[in-house]
């Protein structure tokens, strides 16, 4: 049992440039979720997803995108990156009102 | 809305020694309340959660955690540490559908020799 799977676990971007990360779970969760972690700053939540098909905002969603054509899947999407997106991105989904993660992506855009 | 303070955001302290993660909150309905461990360079894993029932609640690697709904406080807790404890705590509050969480920013256990 995998639990929660996140690829890749670095990348390194120029700015404008574009990338996909890719969640995968696989405890039949409802719920996903894509946080970003930064020094300081605690856990901050980009997107969400209640169900296959469906996504939404969280707190910080701007320059990112999200999909959940699977259930087991979620991606997160950087359209343009910008240096401001440096950090380390964590999937996680929900099971018995506990939080899943995952080991996280860490991206840095030069 | 809800939120969640971590007054200390550094806590250095000596191997064997007791030590107490400080995790305040405010929320204006009723919630669950949890505690999170990451060592370094790894994802965060469940330490203890209290979802209802028994306000003293006792987690993995002999952490437990006290529910004081009067206080809005949620202070983890751990009578002798280990080098191995050396990580950072997350504590963090969901509303009671286990859903909408919020995070704190953290506090960093460092346990000296």
């Known amino acids: 049992n995998a639990g929660v799977t996140q690829t890749p676990k670095f990348r390194v971007l120029k700015t404008g440039q574009s990338m996909t990360l890719l969640c995968a779970q696989d405890m039949n969760h409802e719920y996903m979720y894509w946080y970003r972690q930064d020094p300081g700053m605690g856990l901050r939540l980009i997107h969400y997803s209640v169900g296959e098909g469906t996504t939404a905002k969280g707190e910080v969603p701007d320059g990112y995108n999200v999909s959940r054509l699977k259930k087991q899947n979620f991606l997160l999407g950087l359209e343009s990156a910008a240096p401001s997106q440096t950090s380390v991105y964590f999937c996680?989904?929900?099971?018995?009102?506990?939080?899943?993660f995952g080991a996280g992506s860490r991206l840095t855009v030069l | 809305a809800q939120s969640v303070t971590q007054l200390d955001s550094q806590v250095p302290v000596f191997e064997e020694a007791p030590v107490e993660l400080r995790c305040n909150y405010s929320?204006?309905?009723?919630?669950?309340l949890f505690w999170y461990v990451q060592y370094p360079n790894q994802g965060l894993q469940l330490l203890l959660k209290y979802l209802s029932g028994s306000t003293l609640v006792k987690g993995i690697n002999g952490f437990e955690a006290e529910f004081n709904k009067s206080q809005t406080s949620f202070h983890l807790r751990k009578p002798s540490v280990h080098i191995s404890d050396t990580a950072e705590y997350f504590c963090?509050?969901?509303?009671?559908?286990?859903?909408?969480?919020?995070f704190g920013p953290g506090t960093r256990l460092s346990v000296l020799p």
């Open positions: 929320s204006s309905v009723s919630v669950y």
């Open positions: 963090a509050v969901s509303d009671n559908y286990g859903q909408n969480f919020v």
């Open positions: 996680a989904s929900t099971g018995a009102n506990v939080l899943t």
